[in-house]
């Protein structure tokens, strides 16, 4: 008797109608992958190891025999990423973004050590604090810490100016200073303005302090050159999710600009921190799908990215229109593929987020500047990534914000949601 999977397909396929033909999916950190990326990932390498690196000239050599195609593709992928970024060193094996920080955390960090990151209400990413990797790694056994708590002075936030949304440099300089952290986390998931690393980098150079910078967000925009580039700007690590902004198969990367000198203490300990460090098979199966995405990004990658920031300001400029706030108007309101939407006089962030899903618009509730219960929060977090994708323009996205303006309002827009959807399925850029 075959086992009977018809239940299984079924959600599959509902969810692939649903969220893939009928939604307005906006969740920032979420993009689609293209066709080829999607069905080159169905291949023989699911399963399969491959530990160490290819034995090209490298020290470390596989651990495994039969790897001479994953050999080909990881070598290829290293190669490709480096020219697309820019960039000297590239590591490839990481499966997600999270696990690329981790693996810096494991093969740098050491307990009793000290931080500077974002804190999360200012947006920075939940694994760079007190409770995430970074918080867990510096901690000591039977210490925990926690904001508040007298030994969690060793994780720090970065000072930010008055409005929120930027990092203040002169006291984050001052702070550098007295406080001598042995790392820098900076980056963050709620994030519409770059972070200074140009202005803080040469401090941290002095002091020997290097900067990771979690670019899991941004890793697309970096890539097209519509953001910052951190390791022209100093930092140590550049690492990032490869299917956000960067439109990939679900996996991480850790990218440096390092000369020889100090490689051996920065970019040995990411290569430890990967393997053996987090990881012993890296889901051989998608990275030929990222190597499709890094060709589709060398090819499109800059007009994807501009176009992305273009929509964002273009949504956010419809929604002020239709009388919901958008945060940060005094600095143009974003220079990412996100804003934040202000919706405490609509009953708060989860709230309109309900009543959005509730019109096939997807988006997430999330904390703003000043808000202090992360189960009240009073905004909302939307990114213009995968809707760009599949080809809107500003006037398009003129169109949505007047159809999220009404459902946050209690009006039933579903239907037309559908239908702005219905003529939105091709994928561009691909
Ligand atoms: C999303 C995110 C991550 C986690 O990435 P995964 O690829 O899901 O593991 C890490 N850092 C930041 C800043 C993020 O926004």
Not at 65 to 94: N, S
Request: net charge neutral; aromatic share 8%.
């Amino acid at each position: 008797m075959p086992v009977d999977t018809k239940d299984i397909f079924a959600i599959v396929e509902k969810q692939n109608q649903w969220r893939g033909r009928e939604c307005i999916n906006l969740i920032a950190s979420e993009n689609t992958p293209s066709p080829a990326v999607r069905s080159i990932q169905l291949n023989d390498f699911m399963g399969r190891y491959a530990e160490g690196h290819p034995n090209v000239g490298a020290k470390i050599n596989r651990y495994y025999q039969g790897t001479q195609y994953i050999d080909q593709i990881e070598t290829m992928a290293a190669k490709e990423v480096r020219e697309l970024f820019h960039c000297a060193q590239a590591e490839v094996r990481p499966y997600s973004g999270n696990n690329a920080n981790t693996a810096i955390a494991l093969g740098y960090l050491r307990g009793g050590d000290a931080l500077i990151v974002n804190s999360t209400d200012a947006g920075g990413h939940i694994s760079h604090s007190f409770f995430g990797v970074m918080g867990r790694r510096i901690q000591t056994r039977g210490q925990v810490l926690k904001a508040g708590k007298e030994n969690s002075v060793r994780l720090q936030f970065f000072p930010l100016t008055e409005d929120h949304y930027h990092i203040d440099v002169a006291q984050t300089i001052d702070l550098i200073e007295k406080f001598k952290p042995q790392m820098l986390v900076m980056g963050k998931s709620l994030y519409l303005f770059p972070d200074p690393v140009k202005e803080i980098a040469p401090i941290c150079k002095q002091l020997e302090i290097p900067i990771l910078y979690d670019g899991a967000h941004v890793l697309g925009l970096i890539a097209g050159g519509q953001f910052h580039d951190p390791l022209t700007e100093g930092a140590t690590w550049l690492t990032g999710s490869t299917h956000k902004t960067f439109p990939g198969p679900q996996r991480g990367i850790i990218l440096g600009n390092l000369d020889p000198e100090n490689e051996k203490n920065y970019w040995g300990a990411a290569d430890r921190g990967v393997f053996p460090g987090t990881s012993s098979n890296h889901h051989l199966y998608s990275l030929p799908a990222l190597l499709v995405a890094v060709r589709e990004m060398k090819a499109h990658g800059k007009a994807y990215a501009a176009r992305i920031c273009k929509n964002a300001v273009a949504l956010a400029q419809a929604l002020d229109a239709c009388g919901v706030p958008v945060e940060a108007k005094e600095f143009g309101y974003t220079r990412s593929h996100q804003i934040a939407v202000n919706v405490f006089a609509f009953g708060g962030g989860v709230r309109a987020a309900l009543a959005l899903e509730a019109n096939d618009i997807i988006c997430n509730y999330n904390m703003l500047p000043g808000d202090s219960d992360p189960m009240n929060p009073s905004g909302l977090r939307i990114g213009t990534p995968e809707m760009t994708r599949f080809g809107m323009k500003e006037k398009d996205f003129a169109v949505l914000g007047e159809l999220i303006a009404a459902a946050i309002k209690g009006q039933q827009v579903k239907d037309k949601v559908n239908q702005l959807r219905g003529q939105f399925l091709e994928m561009e850029y691909v």
